[in-house]
């Protein structure tokens, strides 16, 4: 069970990684405030891997602790920070990058714990 939740996790924090970057690609690449925006190629794959994302995740909320789950899959906004700044060319500062590392400390943290440490009805 602890492979296929490590499994899901990955998928759900890169499914909402790329689907975000694919999103911010997609609008820097279109025409301010035109509806022709919402159906380039990059935006409509970045909306299906969201859509993904909030089943998969859905899911892994089924399996895993919501104390597990949202400290681990924050480590997204890493993998988000990094895609804007070596993909989109966007400055992300450092006081961005210490937060970025704090969220890190943090998924780490919470990485060491048992995905589901409690099994009691609500």
Known sequence: MRVKTGLLLAFVVL???????LLSLGMHHAEPGSIGAYFQPAVVSGIALLVAWTVSRL??????DLSYVLPVTS???VINAWMGAVFLRESV???RWAGVFLICAGAALAGWTRPDTAKQPV
């Open 15 to 21: 499914s909402n990684a790329i689907g975000n970057f």
């Open 59 to 64: 899911y892994l909320l089924g399996v895993a």
């Open 75 to 77: 480590v997204g906004f």
């Open 93 to 95: 500062s450092p006081a």
